[in-house]
């Protein structure tokens, strides 16, 4: 139940494209589930978030699209450029015992070609 | 530039020594965590400190020793670690309040984390 299934695990698109990537939740208590974006070398960016009373979020070239009922989130990048290269965690929180805890998915590798 | 500022970067350490990882954040975040980061893989949760008291503690083996001197430093003291604990330490700190507050509770900001190494 504390699992959040992310994929592709890889996803190669040509510049201009749609990079979409899916997630999915079991634990009903998640009540925040954001976007991380990591670059080699460096530690996760909060990339975008969403609550569950909301179905869609968007911010530049970057949308949530969040479906309560089936537990799935995802995240699109649209226009997508070279300099989006990097690997996308997905997440899930929810208050346990007091104090927040962060679920991440497996990450999704995206390379965008010029 | 991440507000939330990991030394050293790098470190290389036998299983004999001790070492010690540090962490600073000045946003007034009063929860702060340590992360481990495997290679391809997520990180992973280790240690969280909710106004300077450790609330949560993932189990891990006790060569990991956290210490929260006060609400801007975290530390991680190491000693006698094995080979498959090289990985990339990685500190975060998020705002904290009661629930119902409606703070968001992922919003976690990162360091640029320490890449550690041992022989």
């Known amino acids: 139940q504390q699992q959040v299934k992310q994929s592709p695990q890889s996803l190669i698109v040509q510049k201009g494209g749609i990079s979409i990537i899916n997630c999915a939740y079991e634990?009903?208590?998640?009540?925040?589930f954001p976007w991380y974006q990591q670059f080699p070398g460096k530690g996760p960016a909060l990339l975008i978030a969403i609550r569950p009373d909301v179905s869609e979020k968007k911010e530049g070239r970057f949308t949530i699209s969040f479906n309560k009922s089936a537990k799935q989130f995802s995240l699109h990048i649209m226009d997508s450029q070279p300099g989006d290269s990097a690997t996308y965690f997905c997440?899930?929180?929810?208050?346990?015992?007091?104090?927040?805890?962060?679920?991440f998915g497996k990450g999704t590798k995206l390379t965008v070609n010029p | 530039d991440t507000e939330v500022t990991q030394t050293p970067k790098h470190l290389v350490m036998g299983m004999t020594n001790k070492k010690s990882l540090k962490c600073e954040q000045h946003m007034g975040h009063r929860a702060m965590y340590w992360y481990k980061q495997k290679a391809k893989k997520p990180p992973e949760l280790m240690f969280v400190y909710s106004y300077e008291k450790l609330s949560i503690n993932e189990s891990v083996p006790s060569r990991f020793s956290p210490e929260c001197p006060n609400s801007s430093l975290l530390n991680l003291h190491l000693h006698a670690l094995q080979p498959e604990d090289s990985a990339l330490y990685l500190c975060?700190?998020?705002?904290?309040?009661?629930?119902?507050?409606?703070?968001?509770?992922?919003?976690?900001?990162f360091g640029e984390g320490s890449r550690l190494t041992v022989l």
């Open positions: 997440a899930a929180a929810a208050l346990q015992g007091g104090s927040e805890k962060l679920v």
């Open positions: 634990n009903t208590a998640f009540d925040y």
């Open positions: 975060a700190s998020s705002p904290r309040t009661l629930a119902g507050t409606g703070v968001s509770v992922g919003e976690l900001f």
